[in-house]
């Protein structure tokens, strides 16, 4: 059950809209169920002579009385209005449940007390099977406004227990740092245009993509406009600051054929300018270079990082954690961007599903993650994909995918490490994709016999308590490739093996000869290194060519954008 408070300040709009036939004649017996005082709140819904102005009239009683004490100026937003949905698949309720549903609802949000004779009066609606509208004046018969402070949390506690007693499914509790669902409106144009998603969860994603590529704020709204995005900004007054924008979608319009815009804090919290402002810096940060000589940097940096992201998230700071879990949205979104393989569609599924899991209401230390959101922002600028690191990355998502959905659940984020196991089965699905050809390919190659008798000496020698499983694992074949790989790269087996035993748990990992795998594939090549030091301390180093701009964000492809031609 799904509580959705707002305000407003238009009695007899919302009346006119509860009680009418809706935007697409949806609304079904428009009638109250429960209210204030049901003798004496008229229902133009069962009462033929009742009429919309005479109901605006009795809830505004007191607001009235109050707007004549100001001078004639009414009090702000002195509507308030919640919908209560249930959930998908829940039962039937009667008039008789929905009413006790209300009463318990503008009890707890503290509308109408029980037993408060000086109450704000309100009425519950219905107009459908599966939702009540509430709405109600607020302003009290004392003349004081009621304690609505945290009313919609109060709401939602309220439903988790109705959901209890009522037998209804039991969603998860939240935390006030979803973002905004789209309206009812929003949908049903969607739908009228042959649309997926509404213009508010298209323009979400769109920003989140461009935040995640960019390493400037000027940079952000250059991005958006350059993808056909309209950007408004608002001026602080005396500065002459960027104090907030606004984002409209191509082609999304009112009646009046102007721009439908939205409030970047409207689309999500993280998105105000204040938040972004904390994730990216005023000027280009000289140490992120445009271009890399190595191009295989990128990746092996990300892994590094996530992999280093994974510890913090047991280490118990919590500030540094939730700055890492925000960093490794955005990381997800660029290894999208990134990715052109056929696994893309879950990754951009992931990096999607992730945005639920990346805030909370612990403050995020975004300091902590520098080195996290500097390697993925590499990513935006990677002139190729390098084959099997890019793999050994993926792998590393899925593990920190994992560690967040429990770092939340430990924390009772129920909504969030439910967007993180989401997430996780997309990167799980990902990484089966593009890992089965890669092993088996390394498998075909691997090394000979004697070889491969000298790794396992290696193993026995470094990893004795993992040693049997490891060789046991159907991984160890591409194993050893991937270790004659690293020892014509300059390393040493044993020592390679004994320092990437270290770095992760083995007695978890349900094939560790997979972990150890990825973990080897991601280590720099140190003959190359050394060959490309040479070449620069010569003067010989060749410039890479020019880099290209940030990858295309999630569905902003000209053929994936027919929702805004």
Same mark, same amino acid.
């Given at each position: 059950?799904?509580?959705?408070?707002?305000?407003?300040?238009? !009695?007899?709009?919302?009346?006119?809209?509860?009680?009418?036939?809706?935007?697409?004649?949806?609304?079904?017996?428009?009638? @109250?169920?429960?209210?204030?005082?049901?003798?004496?709140?008229?229902?133009?819904?069962?009462?033929?002579?009742?009429?919309?102005?005479?109901?605006?009239?009795?809830?505004?009683?007191?607001?009235?009385?109050?707007?004549?004490?100001?001078?004639?100026?009414?009090?702000?937003?002195?509507?308030?209005?919640?919908?209560?949905?249930?959930?998908?698949?829940?039962?039937?309720?009667?008039?008789?449940?929905?009413?006790?549903?209300?009463?318990?609802?503008?009890?707890?949000?503290?509308?109408?007390?029980?037993?408060?004779? #000086?109450?704000c009066r309100w009425i519950a609606v219905r107009h459908a099977d599966d939702h009540i509208h509430l709405m109600a004046t607020t302003v009290r018969a004392d003349g004081r406004r009621p304690r609505t402070h945290h009313d919609g949390q109060r709401a939602q506690a309220e439903c988790r227990k109705i959901e209890?007693?009522?037998?209804?499914?039991?969603? #998860?509790?939240? $935390?006030?740092?979803?973002?905004?669902?789209?309206?009812?409106?929003?949908?049903?144009?969607?739908?009228?245009?042959?649309?997926?998603?509404?213009?508010?969860?298209?323009?979400?994603?769109?920003?989140?993509?461009?935040?995640?590529?960019?390493?400037?704020?000027?940079?952000?709204?250059?991005?958006?406009?350059?993808?056909?995005?309209?950007?408004?900004?608002?001026?602080?007054?005396?500065?002459? $600051?960027?104090?907030?924008?606004?984002?409209?979608?191509?082609?999304?319009? *009112?009646?009046?054929?102007?721009?439908?815009?939205?409030?970047?804090? #409207?689309?999500?919290?993280?998105?105000?300018?204040?938040?972004?402002?904390?994730?990216?810096?005023?000027?280009?940060?000289?140490?992120?270079?445009?271009?890399?000589?190595?191009?295989?940097?990128?990746?092996?940096?990300?892994?590094?990082?996530?992999?280093?992201?994974?510890?913090?998230?047991?280490?118990?700071?919590?500030?540094?954690?939730?700055?890492?879990?925000?960093?490794?949205?955005?990381?997800?979104?660029?290894?999208?961007?990134?990715?052109?393989?056929?696994?893309?569609?879950?990754?951009?599924?992931?990096?999607?599903?992730?945005?639920?899991?990346?805030?909370?209401?612990?403050?995020?230390?975004?300091?902590?993650?520098? /080195?996290?959101?500097?390697?993925?922002?590499?990513?935006?600028?990677?002139? *190729?994909?390098?084959?099997?690191?890019? @793999?050994?990355?993926?792998?590393?998502?899925?593990?920190?995918?994992?560690?967040?959905?429990?770092?939340?659940?430990?924390?009772?984020?129920?909504?969030? +490490?439910?967007?993180?196991?989401?997430?996780?089965?997309?990167?799980? +699905?990902?990484?089966?994709?593009?890992?089965?050809?890669?092993?088996?390919?390394?498998?075909?190659?691997?090394?000979?016999? /004697?070889? /491969?008798?000298?790794?396992?000496?290696?193993?026995?020698?470094?990893?004795?308590?993992?040693?049997?499983?490891?060789?046991?694992?159907?991984?160890?074949?591409?194993?050893?490739?991937?270790?004659?790989?690293?020892?014509?790269?300059?390393?040493?087996?044993?020592?390679?093996?004994?320092?990437?035993?270290?770095?992760?748990?083995?007695?978890?990992?349900?094939?560790?000869?997979?972990?150890?795998?990825?973990?080897?594939?991601?280590?720099?090549?140190?003959?190359?290194?050394?060959?490309?030091?040479?070449?620069?301390?010569?003067?010989?180093?060749?410039?890479?060519? !020019?880099?290209?701009?940030?990858?295309?964000?999630?569905?902003?492809?000209?053929?994936?954008?027919?929702?805004?031609?």
């Amino acid at each position: 059950m799904v509580p959705d408070v707002s305000t407003g300040s238009d !009695t007899r709009g919302l009346i006119v809209y509860l009680f009418g036939p809706g935007r697409r004649d949806e609304h079904t017996d428009p009638h @109250i169920v429960a209210a204030w005082d049901m003798a004496g709140a008229p229902d133009p819904g069962r009462d033929p002579t009742a009429t919309y102005t005479q109901l605006a009239k009795r809830l505004d009683h007191h607001v009235d009385l109050r707007t004549r004490e100001l001078g004639g100026k009414k009090p702000p937003r002195h509507v308030w209005h919640c919908p209560v949905r249930a959930a998908p698949g829940d039962r039937y309720l009667t008039d008789a449940e929905w009413a006790e549903v209300a009463r318990r609802i503008v009890h707890a949000a503290g509308i109408a007390p029980e037993g408060d004779e #000086k109450a704000c009066r309100w009425i519950a609606v219905r107009h459908a099977d599966d939702h009540i509208h509430l709405m109600a004046t607020t302003v009290r018969a004392d003349g004081r406004r009621p304690r609505t402070h945290h009313d919609g949390q109060r709401a939602q506690a309220e439903c988790r227990k109705i959901e209890i007693e009522f037998g209804l499914r039991r969603l #998860k509790s939240g $935390d006030l740092t979803a973002p905004r669902t789209p309206t009812g409106a929003e949908r049903a144009k969607a739908e009228r245009q042959g649309q997926t998603v509404t213009a508010r969860h298209w323009l979400r994603e769109q920003a989140y993509a461009v935040a995640a590529a960019v390493r400037t704020e000027a940079d952000y709204f250059t991005v958006l406009q350059s993808l056909g995005i309209k950007v408004k900004t608002r001026l602080g007054p005396e500065t002459g $600051d960027i104090i907030g924008y606004s984002l409209a979608a191509p082609g999304d319009t *009112n009646a009046a054929g102007e721009p439908v815009w939205y409030g970047g804090s #409207k689309l999500a919290p993280d998105l105000s300018i204040n938040r972004l402002r904390e994730r990216l810096p005023d000027q280009e940060v000289a140490d992120h270079p445009r271009y890399v000589a190595d191009p295989a940097a990128p990746w092996r940096h990300t892994t590094t990082a996530i992999h280093a992201a994974h510890t913090i998230l047991a280490s118990g700071d919590d500030a540094a954690a939730q700055g890492h879990l925000a960093a490794f949205g955005d990381a997800l979104y660029n290894i999208a961007s990134a990715t052109t393989d056929p696994h893309r569609a879950e990754l951009r599924a992931a990096a999607m599903a992730f945005n639920r899991a990346r805030r909370s209401a612990t403050r995020a230390d975004h300091q902590a993650a520098t /080195a996290l959101r500097k390697a993925a922002k590499e990513l935006a600028y990677a002139s *190729n994909e390098p084959g099997g690191l890019a @793999i050994a990355l993926l792998f590393a998502t899925v593990h920190l995918a994992r560690a967040a959905a429990k770092w939340h659940e430990q924390r009772g984020h129920e909504q969030q +490490a439910a967007a993180a196991e989401e997430a996780l089965r997309h990167l799980q +699905a990902g990484y089966q994709q593009a890992a089965a050809p890669v092993l088996a390919d390394l498998t075909r190659r691997a090394p000979r016999a /004697a070889t /491969a008798r000298r790794y396992e000496q290696d193993v026995r020698a470094t990893l004795p308590d993992h040693a049997d499983r490891i060789l046991a694992d159907p991984a160890w074949t591409a194993l050893t490739t991937t270790l004659a790989h690293a020892e014509t790269a300059g390393h040493n087996p044993r020592r390679l093996l004994a320092e990437m035993g270290t770095q992760r748990e083995l007695d978890s990992a349900e094939h560790p000869a997979e972990v150890l795998n990825w973990r080897i594939t991601a280590q720099p090549n140190k003959r190359a290194q050394a060959a490309r030091l040479q070449s620069t301390i010569s003067g010989t180093s060749a410039r890479s060519a !020019t880099p290209r701009p940030p990858a295309a964000p999630v569905a902003t492809r000209p053929e994936e954008r027919s929702r805004h031609r």
